[in-house]
């Protein structure tokens, strides 16, 4: 079966990083873009950021300069590395390949002093 699972997530004083990891499986990865997207409680799904298989990368602008996302084909995984983080980046974040329409069940990150 096809899926997309999530770790890393956390709760992390404001400033501080964590990295989460989204494992794929099944064939091609190194062909699909893929993504992290967050939800915060009673808000709408939204990206964070995205990487194509050429690893072109886009990001929220809420996020530059402190998010990166990357990618590692040889063992099917996604990362996204966040930096000082805030209070307003805990969410739910999940992981999201785009050509298969697939979603990960979703990491929580709790960022609280």
């Known amino acids: 079966q096809v899926q997309l699972v999530e770790s890393g997530g956390g709760l992390v004083q404001p400033g501080g990083s964590l990295r989460l990891s989204c494992v794929a499986s099944g064939s091609f990865f190194r062909l699909h873009t893929m993504g992290w997207y967050r939800q915060a409680p009673g808000k709408e799904r939204e990206l964070v950021a995205t990487?194509?298989?050429?690893?072109?990368?886009n990001y929220a602008d809420s996020v530059k300069g402190r998010f990166t996302i990357s990618r590692d084909n040889a063992k099917n995984t996604v990362y996204l590395q966040m930096n000082n983080l805030k209070p307003e980046d805990t969410a739910l974040y999940y992981c999201?390949?785009?050509?298969?329409?697939?979603w990960g069940q979703g990491t929580q990150v709790t960022v609280s002093s």
């Open positions: 999201n390949d785009r050509d298969r329409s697939l």
């Open positions: 990487i194509t298989r050429s690893t072109t990368t």
